[in-house]
């Protein structure tokens, strides 16, 4: 399966500590995405890491990609209660813009 | 400018009415998606356009799912007969042509009884 899974499924931190999340995935990629969808609401673009980097910064938030391992991380530093939402990790093969999404961690912040 | 807009945002159906839901996507962009997310799920892919096109239609569960677009802009999503496990919300996202970025709409709620 092209699908990425993710890691921890929820999440549950105080605010101002680090939150951390894994997507691991199983085949090639152009590139992979981070998405976050509050509750209710579409999902919101967030930072994309393309295959031959390694790590992104954006704000408080830092990614990274390891293609050896087929795997991405998501940092999200100093947390506070608004990013309490689903995170997605998405991925693009090669061929087209399609994107396959994993379950999604839900992250709690708590104040 | 506007992002992508979908309507209606909310669609309470009887089991076995058809619906149609749209997607006006961001004006240029050639590119157009559709996905599903069933409550407390990742998102399923359905279906893309390129402009009026769609060369993957992969992700339709079942032929009671349809979609078209006119031109390179509006799209609906039809989808014939509901059942109850089509409840979910239908996604749309687009993009310029070859990029990479998908912008999303806010969804549709459907919920099939």
């Known amino acids: 399966s092209q699908q990425g899974e993710e890691d921890p499924q929820a999440l549950s931190i105080q605010e101002g500590e680090n939150a951390t999340m894994n997507c691991s995935y199983k085949?090639?990629?152009?590139?992979l995405q981070w998405y976050r969808q509050n509750s209710g609401r579409g999902l919101v673009h967030l930072i994309l890491?393309?295959?031959?980097?390694r790590e992104k910064h954006s704000g408080r938030l830092r990614v990274t990609l390891d293609t050896s391992k087929k795997s991405s991380s998501l940092l999200i530093t100093a947390s506070r209660a608004a990013d309490t939402a689903s995170y997605f990790c998405?991925?693009?093969?090669?061929?087209?813009?399609?994107?396959?999404f994993g379950g999604g961690t839900r992250v709690l912040v708590k104040p | 400018g506007a992002g992508v807009s979908q309507s209606p945002s909310n669609k309470v159906t009887e089991k076995g009415k058809d619906v149609e839901l749209r997607c006006d996507p961001i004006?240029?962009?050639?590119?157009l998606y559709w996905y599903r997310q069933r409550l407390g799920q990742g998102l399923e892919f359905l279906i893309y356009?390129?402009?009026?096109?769609?060369?993957?239609k992969s992700g339709l569960p079942s032929d009671r799912f349809s979609a078209e677009r006119t031109g390179e802009s509006v799209s609906t999503l039809t989808i014939q007969r509901t059942q109850q496990e089509d409840s979910a919300v239908y996604l749309c996202?687009?993009?310029?042509?070859?990029?990479?970025?998908?912008?999303f709409g806010p969804g549709t709620r459907l919920t099939v009884l």
């Open positions: 890491i393309r295959s031959n980097e």
């Open positions: 356009f390129q402009g009026n096109s769609a060369p993957d």
């Open positions: 085949t090639s990629i152009n590139n």
């Open positions: 998405a991925l693009e093969v090669a061929a087209g813009n399609k994107l396959t």
């Open positions: 004006s240029g962009h050639t590119a």
């Open positions: 996202a687009s993009s310029l042509a070859r990029t990479d970025t998908q912008y």
